[in-house]
């Protein structure tokens, strides 16, 4: 490290140039980064919803949908639109009551089931279908292009446009929140620090950590709009207090009355150990996101893991070359810390350390009890389409026009037309089952395919593959929805037992509700473990990551149990995502604290040692958990995105219990325990230091 610190210091503008040449080609890659803005495109491969979506993009050249709505409009002007869908680019065809009547039959004359399928009152509805998946850019394109042609007669709802809605809402509202976000760090980092210019210079070293990281994403070839929409403000507040270590360490050596170049030398030196045993847990933290079969967690993972990487060698190398750049203006524009001294906080916490014990015996059962019992939620539906968005307004009228429609597909093998029919006829007779439309069912008894137009036939029925198109009255994700869904797909592999799908938004959100629930208990043992191998290797003990990681768990119990108490329903991702976040990015806090407490007590009493550990660390306790709190409730009121704002949420509120139980908790956990896991600790440390001089 020393070499390594002399040559910062030799070639501190060297560094600098690279630095800022290095922002080309992140821009670029930052743009060239497809962003993905569907959750269920995650799934396993292996899955047969997946499957089934698989063939029906081969077989029939679509694999997504909306549904339209029109009122008050003549047949012949409805026609006329109808056209106008159908020539919009990737719209492959829209389905209406004239795909299976001629327009000249009356309404009144065409079969009940069509009619009911396709008009109530004054309002009828069309499917358009496009020639691409629900997430593709090809279907958000042309949902939009379909709402530029509509007018307010017209509704256009289903998962494309959910979709859509989160693309365009991400993209409006995440540079507002990473804009306020660091504003409000400057702002904390202002009052922490004794200068004016070191703050702009710990958010330019994280500024340009954010802008590697999500440049280097390209190499991924996309990802997704939750992991880009809060990697900016995870990064600022998770990666902050690495360079308060390396400025703290170079200002200790300065006094000591080293030259500039030399200080930063022994900084570098210092502070990579620290920093480095604390990027470790959060790096060891989101690793653990990557062993998700569902595929989302790898994503977000990786580009955690990744930009804590960044940040490392950003403080490493980018910040003491600016701190050696900018040490005269940090001089001038030195000014006394508007924190205040933690002594007396330190006494107060040492006071009421069995208060504190008892009162987490009491919390913490209960509310481990209660984060199990939270409702949740998981699809499109749950993380998108939210008041104040098009498509939720839309899905609105629609539904107090045609009652709850969720549509699915049916795909089997054209082999057995009798079977088809009997299917039909039963999925018909389910009373939750609003119309059904299969090719068995559509035509009379004895007429044969050719009776039908050929753009009918073939939404139907290809050479080896049949589709049937099924709604029932339930919304896209509840417990009758799937319980309804298994009954239907049980009736279906009744009568083609293989190589039969059900496909769309419910069976889909199954699948997510299944992988992600099975990947929790995994995900947070590795966690667990990950975080407990880094703290045993970096003390050297086996009790001491147990007393270190207590406070964390607490914190992520309450964290989880707090929906459940105001009886809100919470997106499982975030559930599942931010134990991990949360684990990984505050047990820094837990580390800092034990280390000051073992270091004051090779030469103080357990209560001394208690109240300056306290007294130290709340200054950077304080900052880092200030920033990671600020940054994840920004995300939470701005976002009316629920995944974003929900993981915001739980992101600024577990930061914030994390500080708390760390200073709080955790010097009752190490007094208590002191002649376990600290005694041989300080008698090593005394005894060194014996051995020293």
Known sequence: MIKVGKWIAKHKVLIVLISMILLIPSVIGMA???????????????????????????????GAFSMVVVEDMDLKDVAALKEKF?????????????????????????????????????????????????????????????????NEQCFISGMSGVVTDIKNIALEEM????????????LVLLLAMDSLVVPILFLLSVGLAVLYNLGSNIFLGQVCYITKS????????????????????????????????????KAVEEAINSIFASSLTTVVGFLALVTMKFNIGFDMGLVLAKGIIFSLLTVVLFMPAMILKF???????????????????????????????????????????????NNFQYGNSAVGGAPGTQVYADDQEITAKF????????????????????????????????????????????????FLPDPTVSQLHTKDTARMLLYIRTKGESDKSFEYTDQIRDLMKKYYPEHSYVVGETPSTQDIKE???????????????????????????????????????????????????????????????????????????????????????????????????????????????GIITLAGYIVYLISTTAAIGDLGHLIGRGGFLSLVLVLTLLPALLVLTDGLVIEKKWKGSRRRIRERY
């Open 175 to 186: 540079p507002i929140y990473v804009v306020i976000a660091a504003g409000l760090s400057l």
């Open 32 to 62: 060239a980064t497809r962003v993905n803005y569907d959750i269920l495109s995650y799934l396993p491969d292996s899955l047969e919803t997946v499957e089934g979506q698989d063939i029906m993009v081969d077989e029939f050249g679509m």
């Open 86 to 150: 159908q020539d919009v680019e990737h719209v492959k065809d829209v389905l209406w009551y004239d795909s299976v009547a001629d327009l000249s039959i009356p309404v009144s004359m065409i079969p009940d089931k069509f009619k009911d399928a396709f008009f109530n009152g004054d309002a009828t509805m069309m499917i358009a279908l496009f020639d691409n998946t629900t997430s593709s850019d090809a279907a958000m394109e042309a949902v939009t292009d379909m709402r530029k042609i509509a």
């Open 327 to 373: 040490t005269r203006w940090n001089d001038k524009t030195k000014h006394r810390s508007f924190f205040p001294d933690f002594t007396r906080l330190g006494r107060g916490v040492y006071r009421i350390r069995y208060l504190v014990l008892a009162a987490v015996l009491l919390i913490t059962p209960p509310a481990y009890v209660a984060q199990q019992m």
């Open 230 to 265: 809060l990697t900016a403000v995870l990064q600022l507040g998770v990666t902050m207090d690495y360079s308060i270590f390396l400025l703290d360490a170079y200002m200790n050596w300065r006094d000591t009355g080293l030259s500039e170049e030399e200080a930063i030398v």
């Open 515 to 625: 992988t992600i629930t099975d990947d929790n208990a995994r995900v947070n043992l590795l966690t667990l473990l990950g975080v407990f191998l880094v703290v045993a290797f970096s003390f050297k003990s086996v009790l001491i990551p147990i007393v270190v990681m207590i406070p964390i768990e607490v914190a992520i119990f309450i964290n989880m149990a707090v929906p459940y108490v105001q009886g809100v329903d919470m997106i499982y991702m975030g559930y599942i995502i931010v134990s991990s976040i949360q684990m990984g990015a505050t047990v820094d806090y837990s580390i800092l604290l034990t280390n000051n407490y073992i270091a004051k007590r090779a030469t103080l009493s357990k209560k001394e040692a208690c109240i300056e550990a306290v007294t130290r660390s709340c200054s950077s306790i304080f900052t880092s958990g």
């Open 403 to 450: 009652g709850r429609s969720n549509m699915m597909l049916l795909i089997y093998p054209n082999t057995d037309p009798v079977a088809e029919k009997r299917l039909s006829d039963e999925l018909e007779a389910l009373p939750y089952v609003k119309s059904v439309t299969s090719m068995a069912n559509t035509l009379p008894e004895g007429i044969p395919e050719d």
